[in-house]
């Protein structure tokens, strides 16, 4: 295990520096920069400050200079957000972004699963239809149609939830089931055709066969195998929900990664991109391998070599 | 309990309720067994054997129900009985090997957990004094190093190996019956030798009842007391292992033995296999289920059908060739 784990330690260091190079090489070759919507610098106003954030250099030199800096843990200033590094905004931004999506995958974890569970044991009847129906709709509405339909019912109407910020805790509440709803679903829905397939497994007949309660087949001989897609699918859902909804946090104002992520590529803040691309895919490939280890520890047959 | 009797299955009548329709598996399925005695059920899939022998222990599929008749084992009524009542049963008086070994056994479980487990359920034995049952089991069925293989999991082992492992979580409890379902099917034929070696000194050591469900004549020869053909839902005949072999009555019987590949005979003509189709039972025929594949098939097969014929003993066969014959004989005596 150590040994694959340093393995897997080199291997995402190769893809940190291979997405580090492409993101630098497409990001300059879009067109625009950095003080093209300020409106009216000088020509003399533009030179001084692409020279102060190296703008001026060859691509290529600035290229060696940013990747020297980034392996002294320097990811170089914004250029938009005066006076702050990247590092800096990344470290404030990040932890609201987690805390949300953490908490939306709590509740889809904690809410999907059983869901899917409890369909798969009622097939064809009423509970099952209804999740299949619900499912499907909370798959197919985007979250920015969820999140207003939240906002319309629970702050204009009944007026118990507040729609903007991070306050306190009631704050939380609408966010988090708007940015949970889709993977609750899509989790349950995968929950459900693994439990199906589970219950039509040879070993679940030998378990009946055996004499074993319903209660231990389920919890013992059918959820361990059934959870096994559901687990593959954490990874990417994990990474996708700690780093930021861009829709989301830009309708509930959250000052989250997502949002930062975002309007840092629209206003070309190079180093910010930069900084942001980087850290998503390490944290990406972070949160992969920790759904790979997981794997190996639920299935005895995957060996982690 | 009508006394002497293991297993008594009367009349039973057995359908699976399906969106095309009923699906009448077993129809009026009369069987009897003793303790310690081998039963092999043959017949083709679809003929209701595995139904049949699976009915003894309530474990039918979840559309399937016994419409009509009784099913007793070991004295319990069977078919009135609960689901929780079954499951006290189950693995404890009765269990059962199945087809497939590389299946059957969970994948995310050690081979001695799922033995113990089945120790666990229904002895006092529980924990360490279950796994050591464990052992003690492994050791049973010719299993090596069974320390190391209690901590292996079904994937580590050879397909040999996990239908020993199905066997041992059979015998956790030492069962009355054991029912086998096609157990070496799935197996290369070397080890298929093995496992019923295996089977046989274990019946001789534990004596327990075995029910040898298969299509393998072969299988049934080496092994059983007595025989039921089943075809279409019903036993077409039935007899102890000389009677089915040596003196088949039933034009289905013989067409099964016919099909059997003989090396020993220096008979080197091509094998003669049963034409046809197995019969739909969501629309049984109104006559003798094997009539439209019967090479004697008469217009009476057709329309009615063949009541048992008794001959000596206890074999008895559904066909009326024997009607035929008789009638032949009177005329041509009178």
């Not at chain 1, 497994?201 to 059934?226: C, E, P, S, W």
């Not at chain 2, 009548?13 to 077993?26: H, I, Q």
């Amino acid at each position: 295990m150590p040994k694959y784990i340093l393995k897997r330690a080199i291997m995402s260091l190769i893809t940190a520096f291979l997405v580090a190079t492409l993101t630098f090489f497409v990001m300059n070759m879009v067109p625009g920069g950095p003080f093209l919507s300020e409106k009216a610098v000088t020509p003399q106003a533009q030179a001084a400050m692409e020279a102060k954030y190296g703008l001026d250099k060859p691509l290529f030199q600035q290229y060696t200079t940013y990747m020297t800096g980034i392996l002294k843990g320097d990811f170089g200033l914004s250029i938009k957000k005066r006076g702050r590094t990247v590092s800096q905004i990344i470290g404030t931004k990040f932890p609201v972004s987690a805390k949300v999506g953490g908490l939306a995958l709590i509740l889809a974890v904690c809410t999907g699963i059983p869901l899917g569970a409890v369909a798969a044991f009622n097939r064809g009847k009423f509970i099952d239809n209804l999740l299949v129906v619900l499912s499907t709709a909370g798959i197919a509405i985007p979250s920015f149609l969820s999140s207003t339909i939240l906002i319309y019912i629970f702050t204009t109407k009944l007026k118990w939830l507040p729609s903007l910020g991070l306050k306190d805790a009631q704050s939380y509440i609408m966010p988090v089931v708007a940015l949970a709803l889709y993977p609750t679903f899509y989790m349950a829905r995968l929950m459900r055709s693994s439990m199906l397939d589970v219950m039509g497994q040879d070993y679940m007949r030998t378990a009946k066969a055996k004499g074993v309660t319903t209660f231990k087949a389920i919890f013992k001989h059918a959820l361990r195998n059934a959870i096994l897609p559901v687990i593959t699918y954490l990874g990417p859902l994990l990474a996708a929900l700690m780093t930021g909804s861009f829709i989301i946090e830009k309708i509930f104002n959250i000052p989250g990664l997502g949002s930062e992520f975002v309007s840092s590529i629209t206003s070309r803040d190079y180093p910010m991109i930069m900084g942001t691309t980087i850290f998503l895919a390490v944290f990406i490939i972070i949160m992969n391998l920790f759904v790979d280890i997981a794997y190996a520890i639920v299935d005895p047959r995957i060996k982690l070599k | 309990m009508s006394g002497q009797y293991l297993v008594d299955i009367q009349e039973e009548r057995l359908s699976f309720f399906t969106p095309a329709g009923e699906v009448k598996a077993l129809n009026n399925v009369t069987l009897q067994m003793r303790e310690g005695e081998v039963l092999g059920i043959v017949g083709e899939s679809g003929s209701g054997k595995s139904v049949t022998a699976y009915s003894i222990m309530g474990l039918t599929a979840q559309n399937g129900k016994i419409v009509g008749g009784s099913v007793e084992f070991n004295g319990h009524k069977i078919h009135e009985m609960s689901e929780k009542e079954l499951r006290k049963i189950r693995g404890n008086e009765v269990s059962i090997i199945f087809q497939d070994p590389m299946t059957s056994l969970n994948p995310v479980w050690t081979v001695g957990n799922q033995i113990a487990e089945a120790v666990s359920l229904h002895t006092d034995k529980k924990g360490r004094a279950a796994m050591a049952r464990a052992k003690e089991l492994l050791e049973l069925v010719g299993i090596n190093e069974p320390e190391k293989r209690l901590k292996q999991y079904p994937h580590e082992l050879s397909g040999g190996m996990r239908q020993r492992v199905m066997i041992a979580i059979a015998l956790a409890c030492e069962p009355k019956l054991l029912i086998a379902d096609e157990p070496t099917t799935a197996l290369d034929v070397t080890i298929q030798a093995q496992i019923l070696e295996l089977m046989q000194e274990l019946k001789q050591k534990l004596g327990m009842g075995i029910i040898m469900i298969t299509h393998d004549l072969g299988v049934v020869a080496s092994m059983c007391d007595y025989i039921a053909v089943m075809y279409a839902g019903e036993i077409v005949e039935y007899g102890t292992t000389d009677d089915i072999f040596y003196n088949p009555k039933h034009e289905y019987t013989k067409g099964l033995l016919r099909s059997i590949p003989k090396f020993h005979e220096h008979d080197y003509s091509k094998l003669v296999p049963i034409e046809g189709q197995p019969v739909d039972l969501l629309n049984p025929p109104k006559g003798c289920g094997f009539a439209p594949r019967c090479s004697n098939c008469m217009k009476l097969c057709l329309t009615h059908k063949p009541e048992k014929n008794q001959y000596e003993g206890v074999h008895y066969a559904r066909c009326f060739m024997q009607q035929k014959e008789d009638f032949l004989k009177e005329r041509g005596e009178a």
